[in-house]
């Protein structure tokens, strides 16, 4: 959508890249394409492997063989593609080798949004009399190369009126929690919302007083109070797509165990995925 464009990708989306490979005439034998993702990206699967006319590989000839030539150890791969035999001889066409793989975005901590991820080390290794020869991409710095992360922005604020206003009360009191689900406008959708706010022991007969929902989905029937854990009923599907808000009001009483000057606190947390699994 216009928040989440083709450069850039939430935590679990697929990011597509092309690898081509210029290879010179005649025959350059052990051959390895060596590629580095950054941190933050991992490989997902392999897509497609093209060579030119002309162009032969002793070891891949199709996807199904790059596979089986293909060593993976954490962000790196490796393929190899034995000796490569360029025979056509016209220096007007350059002869390719085209690999197509996807990458995952993946679950970590330095994958916030804004954080950009740089695919820029992928080198060629072959054999000249015996010695190692290696080239690196000529377009390592290339724009196209960088993917930016982004992330929903859900935001839970509170509020509570004791007594019928403010927030100071005495054992008995009334009260009325707000608890205001929101999702931050030009930011990614967020996707099978979990909420739960583990209400303190010092309030007493909570109930869910409404639900407000600009969706026009959500009630009071799809929430419920269990073991003083205010929470989403099992089952219910909830995203946050565009701007939609959802309130949720709580009321009961304050505790006759309550002490003077004390605080009351409840801990709400919601979790949520960046793509919808339905």
Do not use: C
Request: aromatic content about 4%.
């Amino acid at each position: 959508n216009t928040t989440n464009n083709n450069t850039q990708a939430v935590i679990g989306e697929l990011v597509e890249y092309e690898m081509v490979l210029t290879v010179p005439e005649g025959t350059t034998p052990e051959a390895a394409l060596v590629n580095t993702l950054p941190a933050g990206l991992s490989l997902a699967e392999f897509t497609s492997v093209t060579l030119s006319p002309g162009l032969t590989s002793s070891t891949v000839t199709n996807l199904g063989s790059l596979l089986t030539n293909t060593t993976a150890s954490g962000n790196n791969f490796t393929l190899n593609l034995g000796t490569l035999t360029n025979t056509n001889t016209d220096n007007a066409t350059a002869e390719t080798i085209t690999v197509k793989f996807k990458a995952v975005v993946t679950n970590i901590a330095s994958n916030q949004s804004g954080k950009v991820l740089d695919h820029k080390t992928a080198k060629f290794n072959w054999k000249a009399n015996n010695i190692v020869q290696s080239a690196n991409a000529i377009d390592a710095d290339a724009v196209s190369n960088q993917v930016a992360v982004v992330e929903p922005d859900v935001i839970i604020t509170k509020d509570v009126v004791v007594n019928g206003s403010g927030s100071l009360g005495d054992a008995g009191d009334p009260f009325e929690y707000t608890i205001k689900i929101s999702h931050a406008a030009n930011n990614p959708d967020a996707f099978e919302l979990a909420f739960k706010d583990v209400l303190n022991g010092k309030l007493t007969g909570t109930t869910i007083a409404s639900v407000t929902d600009t969706a026009g989905t959500l009630t009071s029937s799809s929430f419920e109070i269990v073991g003083g854990t205010l929470q989403l009923k099992s089952g219910i599907d909830v995203d946050l797509v565009g701007s939609r808000d959802i309130v949720i009001k709580v009321k009961g009483n304050l505790s006759a165990a309550v002490t003077p000057n004390e605080t009351i606190d409840s801990d709400a947390t919601i979790t949520w995925t960046s793509l919808n699994g339905d």
